[in-house]
């Protein structure tokens, strides 16, 4: 029987490769983004393979996340598969520099986006005894670089938050798995850069990023495993990515 799959951010990057992927293995599809024309554009095409859904949802808005799941029409009210995926950077100035209202847009978003999407479909998986939580994570919740500050912070919670529902869930049925990946190649830099392609190009120059597909690939993976196996926590690096020794100031 095929699944239902509920993803946010589905209007680019991961969260539109996720599509794919789910669409290419039959799977029912829920696509959430604020760019109403982007996702209905990938709900069309896709429709020509299975049945999708697209609701133009901003994850920040807790009223409307709410309202949405309790309103999905009957062939797609069962979600399988919850893939927390809509998130952002925004800057890279230091701590000190930074822009507060950036700091609040990354917080409601990758903090409570995905803490307001998890809580509104979580008991509809547990009462029917199953379903699969993805989180997308990041490198940056493990590993600190200059300007990832609140960035980081996001993920570290993404992170910290994914372990406690495994805590919470157990003997329910239902996995929870964190995805974290390194450098990808999606809209994320130019997000991050206001729109600025050039900057956003230079992140990736000379070396080869990971790209959407690689991640969805791998999202896939996790919920395609046998149910008894739950994938806690899968850090993924382009092979051209690694750390750099600890700074050190010297006067
Ligand atoms: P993209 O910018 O390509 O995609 C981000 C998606 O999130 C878009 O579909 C956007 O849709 C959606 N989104 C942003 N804000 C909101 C909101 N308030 N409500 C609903 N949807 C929203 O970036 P990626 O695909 O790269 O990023 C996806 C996730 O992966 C993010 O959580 C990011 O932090 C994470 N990540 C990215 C990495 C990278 O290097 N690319 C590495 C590690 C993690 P719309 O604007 O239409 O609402
Ligand atoms: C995105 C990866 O290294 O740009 O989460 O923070 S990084």
């Known amino acids: 029987m095929s699944n239902t799959v509920f993803i946010t951010g589905a209007s680019s990057g991961f969260g539109e490769a996720c599509a794919r992927k789910f669409a290419q293995h039959g799977s029912t599809l829920i696509l959430a983004a604020r760019r ?3 996702i209905q554009a990938l709900a069309e095409e896709l429709s020509e393979q299975t049945r999708v859904h697209s609701v133009v949802l901003d994850v920040r808005d807790r009223s409307a ?3 949405t ?7 797609f009210k069962a979600i399988d598969i919850l893939v927390n995926n809509a ?3 925004l800057g890279l100035q230091g701590a000190d520099a930074a822009s507060l209202d950036d700091w609040e847009t990354m917080v409601d978003t990758n903090i409570k986006g995905l803490m307001f999407c998890t809580r509104a479909i979580l008991p509809g998986m547990v009462s029917r005894g199953g379903g699969h939580v993805v989180n997308l994570g990041s490198v940056a919740a493990s590993w600190p670089y200059p300007g990832g500050n609140v960035y980081g912070g996001t993920k570290a919670f993404v992170q910290q938050f994914s372990r406690n529902m ?12 964190n995805v974290e990946p390194g450098m990808c190649e999606t809209e994320f830099s130019v997000v991050r850069f206001e729109g600025d392609q050039d900057k956003a ?3 990736y120059a000379g070396m080869t990023p990971l790209t ?4 969805a690939e791998i ?3 996790v919920t395609a495993l046998p149910a008894h196996i739950n994938v806690n926590q899968l850090e993924v690096m382009p092979t051209a990515q690694a750390w750099s020794p600890f700074a050190v100031h010297r006067e």
Do not use: C, M, Q, T
């Not at 799941?69 to 062939?75: K, Q």
């Open 212 to 215: 959407a597909p690689d991640i």
């Open 87 to 89: 998130g952002l950077a």
């Open 219 to 221: 999202v896939y993976w």
């Open 69 to 75: 799941i309790e309103n999905l029409p009957e062939p």
């Open 36 to 38: 109403e024309d982007r």
């Open 201 to 203: 190009d230079a992140v």
């Open 65 to 67: 996340i709410f309202s």
């Open 166 to 177: 495994r805590a919470d869930l157990l003997g329910k049925r239902i996995r929870v798995s």
